[in-house]
């Protein structure tokens, strides 16, 4: 099947709406002749004369006729596609927009992004779901509109990143525990009892690997799937949780926080998006929300 030529639909509407080939023929700014053969097209095309001869002018036949509100609506619609996007209005907007992010930031992050995007655009809805893995095909295939997290080597290189922070890791246990007095040194971070957090449900984590390197092992006395969980559980206990110290920031308060006594290097956190979205004016409005929000 020949592909249609689609500018014909453009010639068409003129034709069919001054009913003359003359007058077709100066709102396209085409010589007369030029209109005569698109003319001869079209009546090739639709198998049907659409204009015929009466007296000194010309009349529609009635496919013509048929034809005309539908080719006129056909062309509006292909000008507004073809159209530069019309300027966002946040206030009018309404849109549903669907974050991914690891345990932690809707809990730390999350009112201060609600209020920035609800003062200036209150139809929008942010439904926040919870990152058990580092698969991109939720953004690839449009489940989810943005991601947060680190930026690691599983991540699909299509997508479009922008770094928001630096984290660090940072010991976190309940207020008057015995080691909120004094230094924390190595050893006595060693020897007390800690919560290790593996969404992936593992037995070890980056925390051991590090301790590795500097000759030590910790006790895991429990292991959680997240941040929150883990400081919940040290909060009620004398155990350690060591989670990201920006990413966790509200959830530590009342307990008691110290650097780690060893190496662990900082890392970013950035937020990550499809590419199909770049261009879409309210997509890159929320971004900045989110930028501004962290």
């Known amino acids: 099947m020949s592909t249609p030529d689609l500018n014909l639909l453009i010639t068409l509407d003129v034709l069919l709406s001054e009913g003359s080939v003359a007058g077709a023929a100066r709102r396209l700014r085409l ?6 053969r698109a003319l001869a ?10 204009l015929v001869r009466a007296g000194r002018g010309l009349v529609p036949t009635p496919r013509a006729l048929e034809l005309r509100d539908r080719v006129h609506l056909l062309v509006q619609d292909v000008e507004a ?4 996007a019309a300027q966002l209005d946040l206030a009018q907007l309404a849109r549903t927009f669907t974050l991914r992010a690891s345990d932690g930031f809707a ?3 999350g009112p201060a992004l609600l209020a920035r995007t609800g003062a200036t655009a209150p139809g929008v809805r942010l439904r926040f779901v919870q990152k058990t893995d580092k698969d991109s095909a939720p953004l690839r295939e449009g489940d989810v509109d943005l991601e947060t997290g680190i930026v ?4 699909s290189p299509e997508l479009r990143t922008r770094a928001l922070f630096q984290d660090r890791f940072v010991g976190v246990i309940r207020a008057g525990h015995p080691l909120s007095q004094g230094r924390v040194t190595l050893a006595r971070y060693a020897s007390a009892r800690h919560i290790l957090v593996s969404r992936r449900n ?7 690997h590090a301790l590795a390197s500097a000759g030590r092992e910790r006790d895991i006395a429990a292991i959680t799937g997240g941040f929150s969980a883990a400081l919940a559980l040290a909060r009620g206990s004398d155990l350690i949780a060591t989670v990201p ?3 966790t920031g509200s959830l530590r308060a009342g307990m008691h926080s110290f650097p780690l006594p060893f190496t662990m290097p900082a890392f970013t956190i950035s937020m990550l998006w499809h590419p199909r979205m770049d261009g879409d004016a309210a997509h890159r409005w929320l971004r900045e929300c989110v930028l501004q929000s962290v």
């Open 31 to 36: 010589s007369p002749s030029a209109m005569s």
């Open 41 to 50: 097209r079209l009546r090739e095309t639709t198998g049907d004369p659409l």
């Open 81 to 84: 596609v073809l159209r530069p």
């Open 107 to 109: 809990e730390n992050f």
């Open 152 to 155: 690691g080597d599983a991540a």
């Open 202 to 208: 593992l037995d070890k984590g980056p925390v051991d």
């Open 245 to 247: 110290e920006r990413h």
